[in-house]
């Protein structure tokens, strides 16, 4: 009956709380781009850090992140900076490795239906981030969160982060709905991620703030040092000088 706060290396998540932001990179590329990043966002009053590792591609060309090195590479520049991290987990196998040095394990929109994986993920002592899958009901989301809770965890942020839908002038449909429904109907915290919805930068700020307003405990937003030479999505993602409290 009461609402989770959920605490993410010391930053609280939570409904009724100031919101948290989460920001930093798609990808983690080098040690020196991510800790610039790092730097950055911390200086706009990001709370926590994001950047993948180990990231799903559409296509297997595309850049399919540092992996270890790249962990590695966010853990330092979290610590170097004072910010909690947190980074998606593709596999089983590395979630031991990835919840030793991160604060919050994220589980990415196209494995949000990997059940053996969200039971895994239960078993883990660390906070998780659910993204919700791109074609994927309230119904099947939340179920998907149930099997983490299932396995007692109950440190599950739900993250809207765009569906897919007939419309196509934009990456995904925001469902900004969710919101304040799923407000009434859950107790986990929901945060909105508009750079992944959107794909767009210009249309990120203002996404953003509407989240915000409709009560979100947080935004995710995608901050590279340099988004015109992001190896993986630069078009959604805001430069350090637009990025500000
Ligand atoms: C991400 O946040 O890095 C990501 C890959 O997002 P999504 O799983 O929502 O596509
Ligand atoms: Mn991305």
Redesign the pocket.
Known sequence: PADSAIDVGGVVVGWGLEPVVIAGP?AVESREQVLAAAQAVKAAGAAILRG?AF??RTGPHAFQGLGYEGLEYLAEAGQAVGLPIVT?VMRIDQLEPVAAVADCL?I???NMQNFDLLKEVGRVGKPVLL?RGISATLEEFLAAAEYVLLEGNDRVILCE?GIRTFERALRNTLDLGVVPFLRQVTHLPVIV?PS?ALGRRDLVTPMAKAAVVVGATGV?VAVPPDPARALCDGPPSLDPSRFTR
């Open positions: 798609c993948g990231k799903p998606e994220q990415g929109a196209r993204k982060r991620d992944h995710m």
